[in-house]
């Protein structure tokens, strides 16, 4: 007999292969955090980690900028097994680099801003919806 807790897991690992991704206004650089680096209003997210950390700023300007993909509109519990592996995967077998963010609702996925159509491709051949 399958428990409601077997349905549930299946319920999240089978919506990880359709998921929304909204394009994030604006482009991004990725910059070592200083000690003193604080959220304002330019700041996506800030990682702090045995490095130091690093921190994901707006910058549209930017020679190396990137676009930000955000999959939280449709929050997924913290639990939910696969989400971001179904998004990194088509992206790393397309040869697509990514750099990566977790809130409590969602994701945070940036590529490099000139690679955003074929990035949109891969996701979508995979199954996932970007919304620009």
């Not at 930000?68 to 449709?74: C, F, I, P, R, T």
């Not at 995967?89 to 945070?108: C, E």
Request: glycine share 8%; proline share 5%.
């Amino acid at each position: 007999m399958t428990t409601s807790r077997s349905l549930c897991n299946d319920a999240l690992v089978s919506g990880a292969d359709h998921q929304t991704l909204r394009v994030l206004e604006g482009r991004y650089v990725l910059e070592r955090a200083s000690p003193d680096v604080e959220a304002d209003g330019d700041v996506l997210a800030i990682v702090r980690g045995p490095d130091g950390g690093a921190c994901m700023r707006r910058k549209d300007a930017a020679d190396d900028a990137w676009v930000a993909l955000w999959n939280g509109d449709e929050a997924h519990p913290p639990d939910a097994t696969g989400m971001l592996a179904a998004i990194v995967a088509p992206l790393a077998a397309g040869n697509v680099p990514v750099w990566v963010s977790a809130s409590f609702d969602g994701d945070i996925v940036l590529l490099p801003a000139d690679r955003m159509d074929q990035a949109s491709e891969l996701l979508r051949s995979a199954g996932h919806r970007v919304i620009d």
